[in-house]
Structures are given as C-alpha cells and as structure tokens.
C-alpha cells in the first residue's frame, strides 16, 4: 500500500522564523492534502494540492507529483501555527492514508 | 456554516458495553469517513462510505461496526468495547473525488 512519510518529526521554532515541512508518498496519488490539528485535536484542511503551487497567507504548499513529494512552507511563524502538521495522500478511490505528522512548536 | 458535527463530544464506556458514536454533516458530501486516532498517532481509517456502499479497511476489528441511514448521518457502534479502543475518534467527509475534505471536532472515547 501507499507510504506516506514526513519530516521532520518534531520541529521548534521561535517565532517570527520560516520553516518547510516535507511529505514524500510511495506510490502514485490523486489527492494530496495538508492538514494541521490544533492543540485541542481538531484538524483543518489547509490545502488540496495534487500538484503545482497553493497559497494561503503565510502558508504556502508545492507538490511535484512525478517526484513524489509535496512541501509545506510556513513564513514569519507564529504561536498558534503549533501543533502537528499532517500530509495525506489518497490512493486507491476514497482510501486516504496520513503521514505521521510533524509536530510544531512555535516559542514566543 | 456548513460543517461535520460529532456527539457526544467525551464518551466514557464500560469494558465490554456497547456504545454507539455519532456523525453529522451539513456538506451533502458523498463521502463519509471514520478515523480511529490514540495519542501521538496519526488518524487511522477504520472504514468509509462511499454514498451507500460500505467499504471496510482490511485490518479494522469486527469489534467495529458502521451505520448510514441517510447523506447526512454516519454512526460508529464498537460491539464489545476493550481497553485498548480507548482513543479519539474522528468523523470526516469530502466529495466523491476527495476534495473539500473536513473533519469533526472528534469524540473522545474513554473504556473503564
């Protein structure tokens, strides 16, 4: 089946710093997904991007799908970027695997 | 808002005793999903429904059980409740093709 992996696992930023979290899958997909759980568990979409460049503010995601990897960019951090950041790839219909996660911390 | 609303928010459940988990939506998502997630881990699909047709993941206990009456409505019945089904468990939908994926706030499932 599809792998997923993430790095790095843990990551502590100060605040105001950039950072890039990496997924790479194993296999092909369809629908890429960055997702972030807040501290309290609840998880966001942040973005669908199977391939190609997204934006959202500060945070920004690149997949190069013939490469097999998506990046998500996080600028000027701030404290309420912590919690685990996860990439999920969809591989086979509506099967939908997630990648460990990153866990952030953003210090004041 | 639009949104996927799970209830009741914490469950605490006896060993062994059935207990039934609850999942809404107000998306008109085709696609209904049920995630098993424990501490530091990432969210594991436990089964999902692609309209009315059930698909089960190879390796979730018969323990679990799913239930859509209807678009709007998904349920999650544990059987038999053991120790180790202790962990949070998350509702979610998306479109057929995957898109507009969302999920609930979660239901925290404790077994005494």
């Known amino acids: 089946g599809i792998q997923v992996e993430q790095s790095p696992p843990d990551l502590i930023l100060q605040e105001g710093a950039n950072s890039t979290l990496r997924c790479n899958f194993s296999d092909s997909v369809n629908n890429l997904q960055w997702f972030h759980q807040n501290p309290w568990g609840q998880l966001i979409n942040l973005f669908y991007?199977?391939?190609g460049t997204k934006q959202n503010g500060r945070l920004s995601a690149t997949t190069v799908a013939t490469e097999r990897y998506s990046l998500l960019y996080i600028s000027s951090s701030q404290t309420t970027d912590s919690g685990v950041y996860f990439c999920a790839g969809r591989y086979n219909n509506n099967d939908m695997r997630f990648g460990a996660g990153t866990r952030l911390t953003v210090k004041p | 808002d639009a949104m996927v609303i799970q209830n009741p928010r914490y469950q605490v459940t006896q060993f062994g005793k059935p207990v039934t988990l609850s999942c809404s939506q107000t998306l008109n998502h085709n696609v209904m999903y049920w995630y098993q997630q424990k501490s530091s881990q990432a969210p594991k699909l436990l089964f999902h429904y692609y309209d009315k047709d059930f698909n089960n993941e190879a390796d979730t206990p018969d323990n679990f059980q799913s239930r859509r009456p209807n678009t709007s409505f998904c349920f999650l019945d544990i059987r038999s409740p053991g120790l180790g089904d202790a962990a949070m468990y998350l509702c979610a939908t998306s479109s057929r093709q995957g898109i507009g994926y969302t999920f609930g706030s979660g239901t925290r499932l404790t077994v005494v």
């Open positions: 991007i199977p391939s």
